[in-house]
C-alpha cells in the first residue's frame, strides 16, 4: 500500500518502515507487505521503533498475523510492545494502518530468518553494549536509515555511531544482504574523520569514551607494492596527465602512482571523460572486499584531481569483462 515506506527485503532478513519514517506518516493510510524466510526456518522480528498517534489502536495501529497468531495491534509510544516476536511460520503479513493524526513516526521493524537469533534492528548504537568483545546480525535495509555515524574504517566509529550503517560504510556487509557483524570496543580518540563509503557519508567527530572496530574475516590486507603482492607493470590505464612547470621539470600522473601508499602524485587522466580507465593484473584469482579512492592531495601546479564515480569491470584470464553489479537490482554499481 502507499502508506509503506523504506523497505528491503531478502532471503534471509530485511528491514521495513512506515512512509516518511523517521519523519510523519501520512493521514487515512495503509501499508500491507508479506514478509517470509525459506520454508522451514522460523521469522524473527525486532520492532526498532513505534509512535503511532493513537492510545487505544481504535484508529492507527500495526499487526502481525501470522499463520495462526495475530500479534497486536499495537499503538501509542508509552504503552509497551514486544522488543521481539518469535513467529511460528515462516511467513507473515505486517499490517499497519492510520487515521486523521498530528504527529506520530510510525513504526520501523527488521526481521531475519530462526538462523539469526543475535538480529538487531538498523537503529542500534555501539553504546547500547558494555561487552568488548561481541557479535551480532544485521537486517538487510540500514543503509538509508536515518542517523549519523562518525569515523572511518581505518580508525575506528564513535561509539554513538549506528552499528549496522557503520557496518555499511566499512564494507563489512552489503546493504542488499545483510549480515553477521563482529564488533570490538576500544578507547576512544580525540577527533574521528569522516569520509564517504560505499554510498554513506560518515561525519567528523569529536572526542568519545569509546569507539569500536569491526573484527576482520582475514580479508583486509592491502594489495600493495611494498609486500610484493604487485608490481608497477600491472597497472595501466587509458591515459595519464602530465605537465612541465616554468622550471622545466616534468610532472607525471602515471598509473603505476594510482596506490594509495605510493607518495607523491597519484594517477589521473589526460582527459575528462566517462571513457578513461584504470586496469590491474592481479595476476592470480583474489578476492576483493573494497576499493579505496582518494584525492591526488596534491597543490603542486594547483592541481588537484579526484574520481568522483567510478564503475567496476572485471575477468579472468579466458573471459569477457563483465561489469560488477548489484546483488537484488542487477543494475551496474555506481
Not at 500500500?1 to 528491514?15: A, F, L, R
Not at 499463520?67 to 499497519?96: Q, R, W
Amino acid at each position: 500500500g502507499e502508506g509503506c515506506g523504506h523497505m528491503v527485503m531478502y532471503q534471509d532478513s530485511g528491514t521495513l518502515a512506515s512512509k516518511n519514517y523517521p519523519g510523519t506518516y501520512p493521514n487515512y493510510t495503509l501499508c500491507e507487505k508479506k514478509i517470509q524466510v525459506p520454508p522451514g526456518k522460523r521469522l524473527i522480528l525486532k520492532i526498532g521503533d513505534l509512535d503511532i498517534e493513537s492510545q487505544k489502536c481504535e484508529s492507527s495501529y500495526l499487526t502481525i498475523q501470522s499463520s495462526s497468531t495475530l500479534h497486536g495491534p499495537y499503538c501509542g509510544n508509552v504503552m509497551p510492545f514486544p522488543k521481539e516476536i518469535i513467529l511460528d511460520s515462516n511467513e507473515a503479513t505486517i499490517h499497519f494502518e492510520s487515521g486523521s493524526h498530528v504527529s506520530g513516526r510510525g513504526f520501523l521493524l527488521s526481521y531475519a530468518s530462526s538462523d539469526h537469533p543475535d538480529l538487531i534492528t538498523c537503529l542500534e548504537r555501539a553504546n547500547h553494549y558494555t561487552k568488548a568483545e561481541y557479535s551480532r546480525y544485521c537486517p538487510a535495509g540500514c543503509r538509508d536509515i536515518a542517523g549519523d555515524i562518525s569515523g572511518n574504517i581505518g580508525e575506528g566509529y564513535r561509539d554513538t555511531s549506528l552499528l549496522c550503517k557503520s557496518a555499511i560504510h566499512a564494507g563489512v556487509i552489503a546493504d542488499e544482504l545483510g549480515g553477521q557483524i563482529s564488533v570490538t570496543q576500544q578507547k576512544g580518540i580525540s577527533r574521528y574523520e569522516g569520509v564517504v563509503a560505499n554510498g554513506i557519508p560518515s561525519q567528523d567527530g569529536s572526542l568519545s569514551d569509546k569507539r569500536f572496530i569491526f573484527t576482520s574475516n582475514g580479508c583486509n590486507k592491502s594489495l600493495s607494492l611494498e609486500e610484493g603482492f604487485l608490481s608497477k607493470s600491472q597497472v595501466t590505464a587509458s591515459s595519464y596527465w602530465e605537465e612541465t612547470n616554468e622550471f622545466g621539470q616534468l610532472f607525471q600522473w602515471s598509473p603505476d602512482k594510482a596506490w594509495l601508499q605510493v607518495p607523491g602524485l597519484a594517477w589521473a587522466s589526460n582527459h575528462s571523460s566517462n571513457r578513461e580507465w584504470l586496469e590491474i593484473d592481479l595476476g592470480e584469482k583474489r578476492r576483493i572486499t573494497g576499493i579505496k579512492t582518494t584525492g591526488s592531495g596534491s597543490t603542486m601546479l594547483n592541481f588537484n584531481f579526484y574520481v568522483k564515480t567510478f564503475t567496476m569491470n572485471y575477468k579472468n584470464n579466458n573471459s569477457k569483462w563483465r561489469t560488477y553489479k548489484g546483488i537484488l537490482s542487477n543494475e551496474e554499481k555506481v
